[in-house]
């Protein structure tokens, strides 16, 4: 029987427009330092005209706005006070936890650091925001802002999987951790639901969905996940 949706209320969805006016100052602020950069190129070349910010304040805003290392630098740098104190459970859709989780995840997004899936440094983003991570893992997906992934010692995560953590249920919002064993391999557009556990050794099929736990070992596969061998 479908669960009736409750529709979220008024003050969230101000609370909500209030907590995008941080995300449109950022993607501003990136538009605008391309510019300066533009500027200081041009005045270089001789064009007087070009307005111009001081050097040192260029190389800066382009080092955290524009380069891998100061995107995901900045993105952990706020997601990390942002969710201070969010712990697994439930909570109120559209509540407080909600929306602290809602706009570190579009602060990350718009920071640019969740568009490296893929590089080396992905791994280091996922340790700045908390997450636990062994050595030699393969990481493809964004981490969790919420940073309670836990991820063993070469175990591998391939492009799309979804990391986050949480999911809505009617008027529900449910956080939970997400583990990964030892030389693991969770396949392509897999979710892992909060609470899911990937045992050591254990192969989770392309396009799965796990809720719970896959034992040690053994290969799952559908959604959602069960053993298939």
């Keep these: 029987q479908a669960r009736e949706v409750a529709p979220v209320p008024r003050t969230a969805q101000l609370l909500q427009f209030i907590a995008g006016l941080p995300l449109l100052t950022l993607t501003a602020a990136r538009i605008g ?10 005045g270089a070349l001789g064009a007087d005209w070009a307005p111009q910010l ?6 800066v805003l382009a080092i955290i706005l524009l380069t891998p290392i100061g995107r995901i630098v900045l993105a952990a740098a706020v997601a990390r006070p942002l969710l201070g104190g969010v712990r697994p459970g439930r909570y109120q859709r559209g509540g407080s936890v909600h929306l602290r989780v809602w706009l570190a995840e579009r602060l990350a997004e718009a920071s640019g650091a969740e568009n490296m899936a893929g590089a080396p440094w992905l791994v280091y983003y996922a340790r700045l925001l908390g997450n636990k991570v062994g050595s030699g893992v393969d990481l493809h997906s ?15 995560i391939e492009p799309e999987v979804d ?16 583990t990964v064993g030892n030389d693991a391999t969770v396949g392509a557009r897999t979710t892992l639901l909060p609470g899911a556990v990937v045992g050591k050794n254990a192969d989770v099929a392309p396009g799965s969905g796990v809720v719970g736990k896959v034992k040690n070992g053994q290969y799952w596969k559908g959604s959602p996940a069960v053993k298939s061998g």
């Design 163 to 178: 990391l986050t953590g949480h999911w809505i249920d009617g008027d529900l919002f449910h956080v939970g951790p997400i």
């Design 142 to 156: 964004a981490p969790p802002v919420t940073g309670m992934l836990t991820r063993g010692h070469r175990c591998s």
């Design 33 to 42: 330092t391309w510019f300066a950069l533009g500027a200081w190129v041009a």
């Design 54 to 59: 001081p050097t040192p304040a260029l190389v």
